[in-house]
T-cell receptor, first 106, second 112 residues
Framework: RKEVEQDPGPFNVPEGATVAFNCTYS??????FFWYRQDCRKEPKLLMS???SGNEDGRFTAQLNRASQYISLLIRDSKLSDSATYLC???????FGAGTRLFVKA | DGGITQSPKYLFRKEGQNVTLSCEQN?????MYWYRQDPGQGLRLIYY???????QKGDIAEGYSVSREKKESFPLTVTSAQKNPTAFYLC???????????FGPGTRLTVT
């Protein structure tokens, strides 16, 4: 089993839709979790940290489920500009998921 | 402006040549990292350094070497021993043991 697994997608959604991605991890001792966004042929950029209590930043909500060992990212009211690859990161040894591709269509 | 710079943006080399990729940061971060990304794939850790004059191998260190003589700089050498060197190389830095890494713009290396 991979240490961090993501559905590679692509997810094709219309503008205004709500979309959710999950990321599972295998090491139950993992302490910190993050979502990064990567645009085509660019470097990843930190989108948000994932806290135990869950956290929200505008249209984006991140949650952690330690019992089932996954983190999630919810995007509400999708915009065209949300089209990107979303990478989850699990930190004991900073392991990146392979990413989930999102395409938002007009 | 604080940040991470990588140069060059594009690099072309002939097979059998060693090549060194530059990474400089002025964020005052102790930890620095090198990743490799292949098309449609995630990031794979090559080497990382938590402090000056110390570095550790990541998951795919074979065929690569690094040095960390200064806090600001973490150059990566892709040697001729690396079987498939063509890739997108990303450098990052962070406060040690924190997952919030900040990335440079990357270097696309093509070896023919």
């Amino acid at each position: 089993r991979k240490e961090v697994e993501q559905d590679p997608g692509p997810f094709n959604v219309p503008e205004g839709a709500t979309v959710a991605f999950n990321c599972t991890y295998s090491n139950s001792a993992s302490q910190s979790f993050f979502w990064y966004r990567q645009d085509c042929r660019k470097e990843p950029k930190l989108l948000m940290s994932v806290y135990s209590s869950g956290n929200e930043d505008g249209r984006f909500t991140a949650q952690l489920n330690r019992a089932s060992q996954y983190i999630s990212l919810l995007i509400r009211d999708s915009k065209l500009s949300d089209s990107a690859t979303y990478l989850c990161v699990v930190n004991m040894k900073t392991i990146f998921g392979a990413g989930t591709r999102l395409f938002v269509k007009a | 402006d604080g940040g991470i710079t990588q140069s060059p943006k594009y690099l072309f080399r002939k097979e059998g040549q060693n090549v060194t990729l530059s990474c400089e940061q002025n964020l005052n971060h102790d930890a620095m990292y090198w990743y490799r990304q292949d098309p449609g794939q995630g990031l794979r850790l090559i080497y990382y350094s938590q402090i000056v004059n110390d570095f550790q191998k990541g998951d795919i260190a074979e065929g690569y070497s690094v040095s960390r003589e200064k806090k600001e700089s973490f150059p990566l050498t892709v040697t001729s021993a690396q079987k498939n060197p063509t890739a997108f190389y990303l450098c990052a830095s962070s406060i040690p043991n924190r997952g919030e890494q900040y990335f440079g713009p990357g270097t696309r290396l093509t070896v023919t």
